[in-house]
């Protein structure tokens, strides 16, 4: 049986090739039967529930962009109260749902401590809507409303680190995913499972191929190479401790990652820009390193 | 997971039928069709692991003693992830007849 069917059922109407959609089948197998999710608006919620139709085979409400994660405590407290105290809630949502609209219910969830599991899947733009610029876009990506011109070659500003803010909000658990890291994706979403007693919090990068302009066979492909090129890092932080979960040994060269994906065209070339790009990623590299080295507890920062 | 029916009594925004997206088969999208070569085919199941929609499973075939891919028409959308990811490139594309 292909993965999460028993959970997500085929039919939905995502592009050919969604990288969301391959998230949300290992999320869901991993998460299993015991479950109730409330999901965002967004890609995955419109292409999965056109009414009267659902892929969903376990419980599942839909909520506004804003509020997922304080429908999602609100339904933890219930059940609670209820005496049900195994059923795990889940807050999903894309980056426009999770890091910019839906941002201060999440940012209330993790600081109110709620018991429960907070899933960003991260397209990075608003892929639903025709690709608007995000707080999850990353510098230098063309979107609708950062396009590439003569003089701004894309998005100026740097990508939102909504996995970091979790933890200086004192989350449980934080950790980042990557589906072509499918192993590492679904270890993280039952470890989170597992836990209890605080919020946890899981950003997955979702490639989206048509927002991106890739070829959709390319989708993992350039899931790994975010990896490989150290853009896309697969760390968790347990009680405020660090662990970086893989280490490439030599990082690809970001040129590699950006000549698959149309976003990015237009830097291929620029020498300085794609310079800039690795010294910040190497200087967050060794930032993290030495954070993880140091055994330093960033709850302590708080 | 016991199969149920859209119920008329319940106020509107309620799905009740569960999974039932499957009634709309997305393989009509397709425009290049994988196809699989059984004969090279190990079974490793790495492009179970990367289908978009589920439709790989890799299951005992017909004239062989190993598990091999197996992948379903109804909903392949021919996106080509499995073809691109096999690492033993037993997966080819041809353009999709209707």
């Known amino acids: 049986m292909g993965i999460g069917l028993k959970q997500f059922a085929p039919g939905h109407r995502t592009c050919a090739g969604c990288g969301s959609a391959i ?5 869901l197998e991993a998460l299993g039967d015991d479950v109730i ?45 209820q005496g049900n105290n195994h059923t795990r809630v889940v807050a999903m ?13 999440v940012s209330g969830a993790l600081e109110r401590g709620e018991d429960i599991i907070i899933m960003v899947y991260d397209t990075e733009a608003y892929s639903n809507t025709g690709l608007q610029r995000s707080g999850g876009t990353p510098f230098g990506a063309s979107t609708t409303t950062s396009p590439a011109g003569k003089k701004i070659p894309g998005k100026q500003e740097w990508k939102k680190n909504i996995a970091m803010i979790a933890v200086m909000h004192g989350a449980k658990y934080v950790a980042t995913a990557n589906p072509a890291f499918w192993a590492d994706l679904q270890a993280k979403i039952k470890k989170a499972y597992k836990l209890e007693g605080g919020p946890r919090l899981i950003h997955i990068y979702s490639p989206c191929p048509v927002g991106w302009h890739v070829e959709p066979s390319k989708t993992i492909k ?9 853009l896309w890092m697969l760390y968790e932080v347990e009680e405020g401790k660090l662990k970086i979960n ?42 993290m390193e030495k954070v993880e080295k140091e055994g330093i507890n960033l709850l302590k920062m708080i | 997971m016991s ?51 589920g439709c790989i499973t890799i299951q005992k075939v017909e004239g062989y003693d190993k598990p091999k891919c197996t992948i379903n028409y109804d909903y392949c959308k021919g996106c080509l992830i499995c073809m691109e990811e096999c690492p033993f490139k037993v997966i080819s594309s041809v353009v999709e007849e209707k």
Request: with cysteine; charged share 25%.
């Open chain 1, 246 to 287: 893989y280490k490439p040994k030599e990082f690809k060269p970001v040129e590699d990652y950006f000549k698959l994906q149309g976003r990015f065209k237009h830097l291929l070339g620029r020498k300085d820009i794609m310079e800039k790009i690795e010294s910040h990623v190497r200087e967050w590299w060794e930032t």
């Open chain 1, 93 to 105: 949502g894309g980056d426009g749902g999770m890091i910019d609209i839906g941002f201060g219910a």
């Open chain 1, 23 to 27: 998230v949300f089948r290992h999320v």
């Open chain 1, 222 to 230: 350039v899931a790994k190479l975010a990896v490989e090129t150290g």
């Open chain 2, 3 to 53: 199969k149920t029916k859209q119920r008329k009594d319940l106020p509107g925004g309620i799905i009740t039928d569960i999974g039932s997206t499957a009634r709309n088969k997305t393989g009509s999208w397709r425009t290049f069709k994988p196809v699989v070569n059984l004969e090279k085919c190990t079974g490793c199941g790495i492009c179970e692991k990367f289908c978009p929609e």
């Open chain 1, 37 to 81: 999710i409330c999901q965002a608006t967004g890609c995955m919620e419109v292409t999965t529930t056109p009414y009267p139709e659902t892929s969903f085979k376990v419980p599942w409400i839909h909520v506004v962009f804003e509020n997922a994660a304080s429908v999602a405590s609100g339904v933890k407290r219930s059940l609670k109260a």
